[in-house]
């Protein structure tokens, strides 16, 4: 484990990019901002870099991760394309969207970053200062969230600070992300398959499809079994404190997650309030979740009580993420 190294962290902008660069060629880790959550990047060729990028987050390495790149062509150099997917490349590329589909013969991500298996997650990220590290490296960046295994994601540079400071080498800062929620994963290998709820709608993509999407056969969520999307384990995206769903009340002690304009009897007891959209715009909810359950959690909270979301557009992403927070450990 590489602890203790200096962690730089630098503005985005030219210098940024051309830093974090040097640093991917080299076999380092860097932290960047895409749209959905911020990321951890190595150098997909570089095995010993993954090794690290593996041992810096705490992460079990069976779980696979994906590889970002910056345009179309440079997908199909790692990834066989179908119609679906290809079709799903064109309407939502880039953007908040991983496509899991077949290596390519010369598939140039190390199979560390694949968890040995024959497919392989690519995403292009849309976020200017991702997009900028991308061509200044020039090749695919594998990167997984930037924050330590089973930790909540990051959506601001100092989330990736309080997790990873001395683990990484490099912290590219561009600011709080717009989506907030990790990217929609699609399996394009028979029919489409929705791996992952994420920032992409599950409405936006069945129109493009003209078909439902189906869900796993199992729902991958088991830490002992071998899912389809591995990293869907059930508490996967947890804070300190126990998370209570659907709370029609607060008890006191506990902090409240809140959505939408209704008051809870009890709410002025509360340790803390967050709404993470008075309105009930599920856009801003997400993109306010990961940063809300971590500033309650700080406060040390009895619990969380979350308030109902609805299911719909990027809902299901929200409640997915927080069924797993929710998940006692
Ligand atoms: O928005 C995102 O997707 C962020 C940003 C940084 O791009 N990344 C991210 O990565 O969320 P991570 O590692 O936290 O989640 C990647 C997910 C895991 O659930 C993993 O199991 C799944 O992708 N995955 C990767 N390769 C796969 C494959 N070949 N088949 C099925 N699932 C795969
Ligand atoms: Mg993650």
């Given at each position: 484990m590489k602890t203790g190294l200096e962690t730089l962290i630098l503005p985005a902008?030219?210098a940024g990019a051309e830093a974090a660069a040097r640093i991917l060629a080299r076999g380092g880790l860097v932290a960047f901002p895409?749209?959905?959550?911020y990321g951890l990047g190595a150098d997909a060729?570089n095995?010993a870099a993954i090794a690290h990028l593996y041992a810096a987050k705490?992460?079990?390495?069976?779980?696979?991760?994906?590889?970002?790149?910056?345009?179309?062509?440079?997908?199909?150099?790692?990834?066989?394309?179908?119609?679906?997917?290809?079709?799903?490349?064109?309407?939502?590329?880039?953007?908040?969207?991983?496509?899991?589909?077949?290596?390519?013969?010369?598939?140039?991500?190390?199979?560390?970053?694949?968890?040995?298996?024959?497919?392989?997650?690519?995403?292009?990220?849309?976020?200017?200062v991702a997009?900028?590290i991308?061509?200044a490296f020039?090749g695919?960046v594998v990167a997984p969230?930037a924050n330590l295994?089973?930790?909540?994601?990051p959506?601001?540079a100092?989330?990736v600070e309080s997790d990873l400071a001395g683990r990484i080498d490099l912290i590219v800062d561009g600011?709080?992300?717009?989506?907030?929620?990790?990217?929609?994963?699609?399996?394009?290998?028979?029919?489409?398959?929705?791996?992952?709820?994420?920032?992409?709608?599950?409405?936006?993509?069945?129109?493009?499809?003209?078909?439902?999407?189906?869900?796993?056969?199992?729902?991958?969520?088991?830490?002992?079994?071998?899912?389809?999307?591995?990293?869907?384990?059930?508490?996967?995206?947890?804070?300190?404190?126990?998370?209570?769903?659907?709370?029609?009340?607060?008890?006191?002690?506990?902090?409240?997650?809140?959505?939408?304009?209704?008051?809870?009897?009890?709410?002025?007891?509360?340790?803390?309030?967050?709404?993470?959209?008075?309105?009930?715009?599920?856009?801003?909810?997400?993109?306010?979740?990961?940063?809300?359950?971590?500033?309650?959690?700080?406060?040390?909270?009895?619990?969380?009580?979350?308030?109902?979301?609805?299911?719909?557009?990027?809902?299901?992403?929200?409640?997915?993420?927080?069924?797993?927070?929710?998940?006692?450990?």
């Open positions: 902008g030219e895409t749209e959905t959550v060729g095995a705490g992460r079990p390495a069976f779980n696979p991760l994906i590889a970002h790149v910056a345009d179309l062509a440079a997908a199909r150099r790692i990834g066989r394309l179908d119609a679906c997917a290809s079709s799903l490349a064109e309407a939502f590329w880039p953007g908040p969207l991983t496509l899991v589909v077949p290596k390519t013969d010369n598939c140039p991500v190390a199979d560390l970053a694949t968890a040995g298996l024959d497919t392989v997650a690519i995403r292009i990220p849309a976020h200017p997009q900028a991308l061509r020039g695919a969230s295994s089973g930790h909540v994601s959506t601001l100092a989330h600011g709080p992300v717009t989506v907030g929620v990790e990217s929609t994963i699609v399996g394009c290998l028979n029919a489409p398959m929705l791996l992952r709820p994420g920032g992409l709608s599950r409405e936006r993509i069945e129109a493009v499809l003209g078909a439902r999407l189906a869900r796993p056969p199992v729902e991958a969520d088991s830490d002992d079994s071998q899912p389809l999307a591995p990293g869907m384990m059930a508490s996967h995206y947890a804070p300190r404190a126990n998370v209570r769903l659907n709370a029609q009340d607060v008890a006191p002690g506990e902090a409240l997650l809140a959505f939408g304009p209704a008051r809870l009897p009890g709410v002025d007891a509360a340790a803390a309030v967050m709404n993470l959209s008075p309105t009930g715009d599920l856009d801003e909810a997400a993109a306010n979740l990961f940063g809300y359950l971590r500033a309650l959690d700080a406060r040390r909270p009895r619990a969380i009580a979350v308030m109902a979301i609805p299911e719909d557009d990027l809902g299901e992403a929200i409640n997915d993420r927080l069924r797993r927070a929710a998940v006692a450990r």
